[in-house]
């Protein structure tokens, strides 16, 4: 794939491994050790992906940029020296991801003078806190505090496991209750994935199909993006592409031309959603598994690659004939139109 005038690039730059959380859960601790990535992004490296950022701005118009980590904003007056940087440099003011436990009205004030736009506030699950995480009422009532700031703040994913499915009425009921809407849901991917078990699906099936039926046109809501990326408006059809820029130079920023970095993720934005053709092609999902996100193929701790697309696979049916079922019966009563 060509990245052209009409690509939507949302790059995310790693810029510390540093975080204040310990979640159990986590994918970049998953293959970075804590100890060792307790440090920010060499600054020389985050400028050469800045002139890297300015060589894409001659390709397209559509980029956005945030920091992620481990916790941007761990990082203190230091994140500062980075976003006016990038601001300086290509114009972009990026957003941050953030576990919301630093959040508060001078933060926001500093960040907004450093030219960040927005925070993405990641919550967690409220019937299944981490050890390592903070709690969610503190990050919600931060966040509801903070709603009428200079900066906005949007949720970000909440991570329900495998066994949680039986309580995802329950979670978005609470998490309904209290914020007025329903943040993002998420199964638990990467390397810490693991198989769902049949009566965990079913448990799905029946907890979506409910939520469904009762927040439909109450709210919006994006239940499992990186399964079903076809009901969400930044997909793949929308040709919108998470590109990553990690906090080591693992692809040669430093030695390479940005042609030759072009190459690179041109590489990978091919494989960000891999082209597939199903054997089963009497299957009534056939069509939305054309393409799938490269989570699916990849191999996590404990399962292989294959199990991780028939489990892909299972989810999208499991996911499609809730919305499906759903959608059907509220049709049915009149609620909305067929
Ligand atoms: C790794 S955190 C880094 C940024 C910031 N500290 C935060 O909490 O948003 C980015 C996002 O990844 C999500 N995440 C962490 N581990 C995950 C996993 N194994 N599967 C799916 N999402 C995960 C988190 O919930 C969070 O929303």
């Avoid at 060509?2 to 986590?26: A, P, Q």
């Avoid at 920091?67 to 980075?82: A, T």
């Avoid at 927005?118 to 009532?141: A, C, Q, R, Y």
């Avoid at 900066?151 to 949680?164: D, T």
Wanted: proline share 4%; hydrophobic share 35%; glycine share 4%.
């Amino acid at each position: 794939m060509h990245i052209t005038d009409k690509s939507k690039l949302v790059i995310s730059l790693i810029v510390t491994g540093k975080c204040n959380n310990h979640c159990t859960y986590c994918h970049f601790y998953a293959n970075h050790d804590r100890k060792l990535y307790n440090r920010n992004m060499e600054f020389s490296l985050f400028e050469r992906y800045l002139d890297f950022i300015n060589f894409l701005k001659t390709k397209t118009k559509h980029i956005t940029c945030r920091f992620s980590g481990g916790e941007p904003l761990v990082m203190g007056e230091e994140l500062f020296k980075y976003s006016s940087a990038m601001f300086e440099k290509t114009g972009y003011t990026p957003y941050i991801m953030t576990n919301g436990k630093l959040l508060s009205e001078k933060v926001i004030e500093d960040c907004k003078e450093n030219h960040i736009s927005s925070f993405v506030v990641s919550l967690e699950n409220p019937v299944d806190m981490d050890d390592g995480s903070i709690d969610t009422d503190k990050v919600i009532n931060a966040y509801k505090r903070l709603q009428n700031s200079t900066i906005p703040l949007y949720l970000g994913m909440v991570i329900v496991k495998n066994e949680k499915f039986k309580d995802i009425k329950k979670i978005c009921d609470i998490l309904y209750d209290k914020l007025g809407e329903i943040p993002p849901i998420c199964e638990l991917n990467f390397l810490p994935y693991t198989s769902p078990a049949e009566e965990e699906l079913i448990d799905l099936y029946e907890g979506l199909k409910a939520v469904i039926k009762k927040y439909y046109g109450k709210t919006s809501f994006s239940f499992f993006p990186y399964i079903t990326p076809e009901y969400y408006s930044n997909n793949l059809n929308g040709s919108e592409y998470l590109i990553e820029f990690p906090i080591d130079d693992i692809y040669g920023f430093m030695t390479k031309t940005n042609e030759e970095l072009l190459e690179v993720y041109e590489d990978k934005l091919n494989k960000a959603y891999f082209a597939y053709n199903c054997p089963n092609s009497s299957c009534e999902w056939h069509d939305a598994c054309s393409r799938i996100k490269w989570v699916w193929g990849d191999r996590s701790f404990t399962v292989s690659k294959e199990q991780k697309m028939k489990d892909y696979c299972r989810f999208k049916k499991t996911i499609s004939r809730a919305f499906l079922d759903a959608l059907t019966d509220l049709s049915n009563r009149g609620k909305i139109e067929a």
